[in-house]
């Protein structure tokens, strides 16, 4: 289709362009306003970040805040256990997710009608915070760091996004040729399913990954030991329950300056958090439309 | 195969029993993560004890149902919930179509990349980060938010302390966080637009503004309806991550919503049996309400979900 100029658009067309680009360009700088100012504030002098200075860029640039991040061993230790249970997380959602998508995607599979209710029931229901908690308790996982990854081992939609790309992108004329030449389905599922759904898998790998790195949720309710909690809790801690000792301090310029300092901390620590995510987010971004799209089919 | 239907049979027997054992990992896993605690929603209707388990202990009834649905500070929560949930759904529901649609409209090709880059982004910040950037940037005297306000005269505003503020602050901030993702699914929808009733309707002198209004928007219609069921039991079923963070002292009481009350009750207070109630209560009236929009749709558009 031949697009118009601008300049030879109507009065009326003219007027509905220049307000679709004023609303983007309005609803595009509020979401990143408060990004660019986290990242400036997390390199600015903290009685600059508490009076006000900083606006957009940072004010007497400075590594302070950083540093603090780093000589805080119980961020570093929430940052390490993060990665741990994201790291060991993924091994588990991954497999999980492939030997359930397989079986349901092959219509060979007499029982997966029935099965697939089975796992699709469960998004729409569920037993709900203390039947789980009970039964965590029950299998003694509560307060291991196997709560944090056993009870999340597989998610119903991300298992469904990966059976329909199955189902759509891989031909059933391979299924049938490796039946002819005696491949199992098991060895089918290994050999040729897993090697072609690599970009799926890919996008799942971002998905459950983002999902496990952002939660806080399980580790509040499974877990009370401090050695054990992720980032999220720790940050809980920092930036929402503020835990900065003021007891020890007396005059007004020490409170303002620790104040100034734990401010600091908190854009700081938002900043090292998010890093991870990211990094990541460019080759997120390429994904994101592929797995919402697959998503979108329903059941 | 329906030349050799007996021998075909057989590798379909063959098969279905690998096809079992692959899934039989997953199959526990639901059958014990999810099948298990749905069994464990009895304890709603009995006076559970631990040391008794969940057969030994005493039945009720409905006690815990009556009381969740009758005492007022239950009530309260309730009222809270759908006041929440309603103002959640009807503010966010739009703000994505008209974000998809600006973006379909523009032509630019590295502008409409840096709108999609910025907007979907905050989706993937965690919550306890979303909340803490709030609580920092709008504190009453050191935040950037009432310093930007104060140049324009405008007196700081004491945003997490006044209960008044606790609403807007949860909706806007979830606007703000999931607007962008949750137009993606309208950008795609949008770009399969069919391209011959789009020239149909220029060849016709439609204006920009008619096609996206007698084009555009009925060709995504299907989409929006899909969306429309999906997010219609977030009216009851308002998730406890965000609202606990901004939860305090001051806003508790407009901020208790159903499942922070389900966690305090049970989790925190151990009385399993009143939070199971509760909980269940709120899965019930979402997945009632999901099946009534969903026939609802199905009746009025032909689009639905099941």
Same mark, same amino acid.
């Given at each position: 289709?031949?697009?118009?100029?601008?300049?030879?658009?109507?009065?009326?067309?003219?007027?509905?362009?220049?307000?679709?680009?004023?609303?983007?360009?309005? $609803?595009?700088?509020?979401?990143?306003?408060?990004?660019?100012?986290? @990242?400036?504030?997390?390199?600015?002098?903290?009685?600059?970040?508490?009076?006000?200075?900083?606006?957009?860029?940072?004010?007497?640039?400075?590594?302070?805040?950083?540093?603090?991040?780093?000589?805080?061993?119980?961020?570093?230790?929430?940052?390490?256990?993060?990665?741990?249970?994201?790291?060991?997380?993924?091994?588990?959602?991954?497999?999980?997710?492939?030997?359930?998508?397989?079986?349901?995607?092959?219509?060979?599979?007499?029982?997966?009608? %029935?099965?697939?209710?089975?796992? @699709?029931?469960?998004?729409?229901?569920?037993?709900?915070?203390?039947?789980?908690?009970?039964?965590?308790?029950?299998?003694?996982?509560?307060?291991?760091? %196997?709560?944090? $990854?056993?009870?999340?081992?597989?998610?119903?939609?991300?298992?469904?996004?990966?059976?329909?790309?199955?189902?759509?992108?891989?031909?059933?004329?391979?299924?049938?040729?490796?039946?002819?030449?005696?491949?199992?389905?098991?060895?089918?599922?290994?050999?040729?399913? @897993?090697?072609?759904?690599?970009?799926?898998?890919?996008?799942?790998?971002?998905?459950?990954?983002?999902?496990? %790195?952002?939660?806080?949720?399980?580790?509040?309710?499974?877990?009370?030991?401090?050695?054990?909690?992720?980032?999220?809790?720790?940050?809980?801690? $920092?930036?929402?329950?503020?835990?900065?000792?003021?007891?020890?301090?007396?005059?007004?310029?020490?409170?303002?300056?620790?104040?100034?300092?734990?401010?600091?901390?908190?854009?700081?620590?938002?900043?090292?958090?998010?890093?991870? @995510?990211?990094?990541?987010?460019?080759? $997120?971004?390429?994904?994101?439309?592929?797995?919402?799209?697959?998503?979108?089919?329903?059941? | 195969?329906?030349?050799?239907? #007996? *021998?075909?049979?057989?590798?379909?027997?063959?098969?279905?029993? =690998?096809?079992?054992?692959?899934?039989?990992?997953?199959?526990?896993?639901?059958?014990?993560?999810?099948?298990?605690?749905?069994?464990?929603?009895?304890?709603?209707?009995?006076?559970?004890?631990?040391?008794?388990?969940?057969?030994?202990?005493?039945?009720?009834?409905?006690?815990?149902?009556?009381?969740?649905?009758?005492?007022?500070?239950?009530?309260?929560?309730?009222?809270?919930? &759908?006041?929440?949930?309603?103002?959640?759904?009807?503010?966010?529901?739009?703000?994505?179509?008209?974000?998809?649609?600006?973006?379909?409209?523009?032509?630019?090709?590295?502008? #409409?990349?840096?709108?999609?880059?910025?907007?979907?982004?905050?989706?993937?910040?965690?919550?306890?980060?979303?909340?803490?950037?709030?609580?920092?940037?709008?504190? *009453?005297?050191?935040?950037?938010?009432?310093?930007?306000?104060? &140049?324009?005269?405008?007196?700081?505003?004491?945003?997490?302390?006044?209960?008044?503020?606790?609403?807007?602050?949860?909706?806007?901030?979830?606007?703000? *966080?999931?607007?962008?993702?949750?137009?993606?699914?309208?950008?795609?929808?949008?770009?399969?637009?069919?391209?011959? &009733? *789009?020239?149909?309707?220029?060849?016709?002198?439609?204006?920009?503004? =008619?096609?996206?209004?007698?084009?555009? &928007?009925?060709?995504?219609?299907?989409?929006?309806?899909?969306?429309?069921?999906?997010?219609?039991?977030?009216?009851?079923?308002?998730?406890?991550? #965000?609202?606990?963070?901004?939860?305090?002292?001051?806003?508790?009481?407009?901020?208790?919503?159903?499942?922070?009350?389900?966690?305090?009750?049970?989790?925190?207070?151990?009385?399993?049996?009143?939070?199971?109630?509760?909980?269940?209560? =709120?899965?019930?009236?979402?997945?009632?309400?999901?099946?009534?929009?969903? #026939?609802?749709?199905?009746?009025?558009?032909?689009?639905?979900?099941?």
């Amino acid at each position: 289709m031949k697009e118009t100029k601008f300049s030879q658009m109507s009065m009326e067309d003219k007027i509905v362009t220049f307000v679709i680009y004023a609303f983007l360009t309005l $609803i595009t700088l509020v979401i990143l306003y408060p990004i660019v100012y986290v @990242v400036s504030a997390s390199f600015s002098e903290p009685q600059a970040v508490i009076s006000g200075r900083v606006k957009l860029f940072p004010v007497d640039f400075t590594l302070r805040g950083y540093e603090a991040v780093f000589q805080n061993g119980k961020l570093i230790n929430g940052f390490l256990n993060s990665i741990f249970y994201v790291a060991v997380s993924l091994v588990l959602n991954l497999t999980m997710t492939m030997l359930c998508a397989y079986p349901l995607s092959r219509k060979e599979f007499t029982a997966r009608g %029935w099965v697939s209710l089975f796992f @699709v029931f469960t998004m729409y229901f569920s037993g709900g915070m203390v039947p789980s908690y009970i039964l965590v308790n029950k299998l003694h996982l509560l307060n291991t760091r %196997w709560a944090m $990854i056993i009870p999340t081992a597989m998610s119903t939609y991300n298992m469904i996004i990966c059976r329909t790309y199955i189902m759509n992108n891989i031909p059933d004329d391979l299924y049938e040729a490796g039946q002819i030449d005696g491949c199992t389905p098991f060895r089918y599922m290994l050999q040729v399913i @897993v090697p072609l759904s690599k970009s799926i898998l890919a996008v799942l790998l971002l998905y459950y990954g983002v999902a496990k %790195w952002n939660d806080y949720y399980n580790a509040m309710i499974y877990l009370y030991k401090d050695n054990l909690m992720p980032l999220t809790m720790v940050m809980r801690e $920092i930036l929402i329950l503020g835990e900065v000792d003021m007891t020890k301090v007396s005059n007004a310029d020490a409170v303002a300056k620790l104040q100034g300092m734990s401010e600091l901390l908190k854009y700081a620590t938002i900043v090292v958090a998010s890093l991870p @995510v990211v990094m990541l987010y460019p080759a $997120i971004q390429k994904h994101l439309v592929k797995g919402v799209m697959v998503g979108a089919v329903k059941g | 195969m329906a030349g050799n239907a #007996k *021998q075909g049979n057989n590798k379909i027997k063959a098969a279905n029993w =690998q096809f079992w054992l692959i899934i039989a990992l997953p199959m526990i896993y639901a059958f014990v993560f999810a099948y298990i605690p749905m069994g464990g929603i009895i304890i709603a209707f009995k006076d559970y004890s631990i040391r008794r388990g969940i057969m030994g202990s005493k039945w009720v009834g409905f006690k815990y149902f009556q009381q969740f649905l009758t005492s007022t500070s239950s009530v309260t929560v309730i009222k809270n919930t &759908l006041i929440l949930g309603c103002y959640n759904f009807i503010a966010s529901f739009p703000i994505p179509i008209l974000l998809a649609i600006g973006i379909n409209e523009v032509r630019v090709v590295w502008y #409409k990349k840096f709108v999609q880059m910025i907007t979907y982004m905050p989706y993937f910040i965690s919550i306890v980060v979303l909340v803490g950037m709030m609580m920092s940037m709008m504190d *009453q005297r050191t935040g950037i938010i009432n310093t930007l306000l104060g &140049l324009v005269g405008i007196a700081p505003i004491n945003f997490f302390g006044k209960a008044e503020y606790f609403r807007h602050l949860y909706v806007w901030s979830g606007i703000w *966080q999931t607007a962008g993702y949750s137009s993606i699914i309208y950008v795609a929808a949008l770009a399969g637009v069919s391209q011959d &009733l *789009q020239e149909a309707a220029m060849i016709d002198g439609a204006s920009r503004l =008619q096609r996206i209004l007698n084009v555009d &928007l009925p060709s995504i219609l299907p989409t929006i309806v899909i969306q429309l069921i999906f997010n219609c039991a977030s009216v009851v079923s308002i998730g406890m991550d #965000k609202v606990f963070l901004m939860q305090n002292d001051l806003n508790a009481g407009v901020s208790e919503v159903i499942s922070t009350f389900v966690y305090k009750v049970g989790v925190v207070n151990s009385n399993f049996g009143y939070s199971t109630a509760a909980g269940l209560f =709120q899965s019930l009236v979402a997945f009632s309400l999901l099946l009534i929009v969903n #026939k609802t749709t199905k009746k009025l558009t032909e689009t639905s979900l099941f």
